[in-house]
């Protein structure tokens, strides 16, 4: 494994990061979901390369770069595809599966960390698809589910369960929608569904689910992958074009005022795109977008406007999932992809903080060797202090170097990628580190 470049962030904007690959998930061809659970780490839906029924699981990553497969999901389970972090530090996995006579969308629960999962209900109903492709718990509680209904002239709707997934409802809709890709809440309470449909393909409740109506038509879009909330109430939308577009190129789209009217951001931005899969706003302000056929990623400083390339993710045809892990002061980004890898770029959270004439020269802030056993240099004039921190974000160790002493090492640490803080008068950097095992 390869460290991860340290990335500058210039308040012109962000350069191309260095995406690299996590450790392996054994046996996947494809990363549906990825999310941040309960505990901090992270977890995966995948599809695994087996021509067996039992064809899909989920990993889990609790130093966020290895990754070991969760405990087994009961019945035949050929799609995890939706995966959230619920309330009181449970997993939910929506799926396709048979279980015990239950066939088609299934929900299961894991209250231990995915070592366990228990299964909760089947999602039914007159308009209810193969398998449950999102699941969303409001903070009223209520767990709201979508499906791939896949009947274009017959609106489908998420489905509803007020006691966390033992039983179901069906929302009410006004519009078409098939395909449910993505469920979203909002601070002021309205749940938002993005699908595959006809005129609006993004819909809106503002009753907890009960009642669904198409939001105002996203131009030339007949595919919503990905909805993120953004800043003072905005609402990011990704979408894929109609069958038949005006231009065959992914786009984004932004409300202000609760999808009574959608706005295209950045055009001609994508034109080398098919679709956008995946969108992530991050907590420094910066809004991602992760798009098909080349898995290409996509970054904006100013909310949408202008857009940067930040590089492909290697060997993937799509960025399925885009999300933030904050470690300390530093922030990765990960990407769950087509071809069963999840990527991570590491990126400064202070964006923008510094310009060209301040920031330090690369240079200075090369620590060497990297990756180490456990000696490592630095080249700096003056006094500074150095803090270690691991994975989770917790002190291992710190430093205090002398003006002209270059070296310190890491003792009594184990093998993984640490985040190494400089701090020299006013200046402060973090740049990660690989620890190798002892040979």
Not at 187 to 199: K, V
Not at 227 to 234: D, F, K, S, W
Request: overall charge negative.
């Amino acid at each position: 494994m390869r460290i991860l470049a340290l990335v500058v962030v210039l308040a012109a904007g962000v350069e191309a990061l260095d995406w690299q690959n996590t450790g392996e998930l054994t046996g996947a061809k494809v990363v549906r979901d990825l999310i941040v659970g309960p505990d901090g780490h992270l977890y995966a839906a995948a599809g695994l390369d087996t021509a067996s029924a039992d064809s899909a699981c989920v990993f889990v990553s609790p130093d966020l770069v290895t990754w070991e497969r969760c405990g087994d999901i009961p019945g035949d389970v050929e799609i995890v595809a939706g995966l959230f972090n619920g309330v009181a530090d449970t997993l939910f996995a929506g799926t396709g599966a048979t279980y015990q006579g239950n066939v088609g969308p299934l929900l299961y629960s894991s209250s231990d960390k995915g070592s366990t999962w228990q299964f909760r209900s089947q999602i039914t109903g007159e308009r209810v698809g193969t398998t449950l492709t999102c699941v969303l718990e409001t903070r009223a509680g209520a767990i709201t589910a979508g499906h791939n209904y896949m009947a274009m002239h017959t609106s489908g709707a998420p489905c509803l369960s007020s006691d966390r997934g033992g039983s179901w409802s069906q929302g009410a809709v006004t519009g078409r929608i098939a395909d449910m890709y993505c469920l979203l809440e909002t601070a002021d309470n309205n749940l938002f569904c993005g699908g595959w449909g006809t005129g609006g393909v993004v819909l809106k409740s503002s009753d907890g689910g009960a009642n669904w109506a198409a939001t105002s038509e996203l131009y030339d879009a007949g595919h919503t992958r990905a909805l993120v909330n953004g800043p003072a109430g905005a609402i990011f939308a990704g979408t894929y074009p109609r069958s038949s577009p005006q231009e065959p190129i992914g786009r984004v789209f932004k409300t202000t005022d609760a999808g009574a009217s959608w706005q295209q951001l950045g055009y001609g931005f994508f034109n080398g795109t098919s679709g956008i899969r995946s969108l992530c706003w991050t907590t420094n302000g910066l809004l991602f977008a992760g798009s098909a056929p080349s898995a290409e990623v996509f970054v904006s400083s100013d909310s949408g406007v202008t857009w940067t390339s930040t590089g492909a993710l290697p060997g993937a045809a799509y960025a399925a999932k885009l999300v933030e892990k904050t470690i300390g002061d530093s922030m990765f980004i990960y990407a769950g992809a087509s071809n069963g890898d999840v990527f991570r770029a590491y990126v400064p959270l202070h964006v923008g903080v510094r310009s060209p004439a301040t920031a330090p020269a690369r240079t200075s802030v090369r620590l060497v060797p990297n990756p180490t056993r456990g000696e490592l240099s630095l080249s700096l004039a003056g006094r500074a202090a150095v803090t270690v921190t691991d994975a989770g974000g917790r002190r291992v160790a710190g430093y205090t170097l002398e003006a002209r002493q270059s070296r310190f090492a890491l003792t009594g640490l184990a093998a993984g990628v640490y985040l190494v803080e400089v701090k020299q008068g006013t200046d402060r950097w973090t740049e990660p580190v690989l620890l190798l095992g002892r040979p």
